[in-house]
């Protein structure tokens, strides 16, 4: 609990430090240019967790795909400017064991002496920055530019792992936590001045593991 209490007011501290630079955008002075919008977004697409550490052999099967969701919220300055924070589901992994079956821990080769089988969600929230730049440079001069966008992002996410694992009669439950940075990009058309819609990818590291997640999505201007 504590760890969560940490990275939520971490992430707070990060959104407190820049609003100087969001209260001065009135005048044109501030990181936001001469204006301000909030906005949310939601997306939804598949994941695929990349146990990297975790692989099957024969007798086991691992399941790393699933699909998830992303809900975010923020302001975006006129300048293409967006800061925000955001909460990721990435859905479950599953691994499961026959007696006998041979798996791959940590690049050493285990022989599962009863069957298992081994349930991890995964789930994180946190701040991003993000830069939504127009496609201008295919655009004839003269002509009205499209509407649609390149908008890459980075941020930092703070993670937590749950895993139920079963076997032999008995369950364990443990739990994990930790923060890493993430990156991607999506492609937005701009479908009205208040609703956007989007197409992306982003790659999340997790204590040495990776998460890819696929998505389509779409995000709405406030005010």
């Excluded at 479908?191 to 956007?196: F, K, P, Q």
Aim: aromatic share 12%; glycine share 14%.
């Amino acid at each position: 609990m504590l760890g969560k209490i940490s990275a939520g007011c971490l992430g707070l501290t990060c959104l407190i430090m820049l609003w100087p630079a969001v209260a001065e955008a009135g005048n044109g002075t501030g990181l936001f240019g001469n204006g301000i919008r909030t906005y949310a977004a939601v997306s939804y697409g598949w994941t695929k967790l990349g146990r990297e550490r975790l692989g099957a052999v024969s007798n086991a099967s691992l399941d790393d795909q699933d699909n998830g969701y992303r809900i975010s919220a923020g302001v975006e300055g006129n300048n293409g400017i967006m800061l925000g924070f955001a909460y990721n589901d990435f859905g479950t992994a599953e691994f499961s064991a026959e007696s006998g079956g041979r798996y791959i821990l940590d690049g050493v080769e285990q022989t599962a002496a009863t069957g298992l089988k081994l349930e991890t969600p995964v789930t994180s929230y946190g701040p991003y920055i993000a830069f939504d730049i127009p496609l201008t440079v295919l655009v004839e001069r003269g002509q009205p530019a499209p509407p649609v966008s390149v908008v890459p992002k980075i941020g930092l996410h703070f993670w937590e792992v749950e895993s139920d694992m079963r076997g032999g009669g008995a369950s364990l439950s443990l739990s994990d936590d930790g923060s890493d940075v993430y990156y991607g990009a999506d492609l937005t058309y701009k479908y009205s001045n208040r609703l956007s819609l989007m197409a992306g990818y982003d790659r999340y590291r997790i204590s040495g593991d990776t998460i890819d997640y696929l998505y389509l999505g779409s995000r709405i201007s406030l005010y």
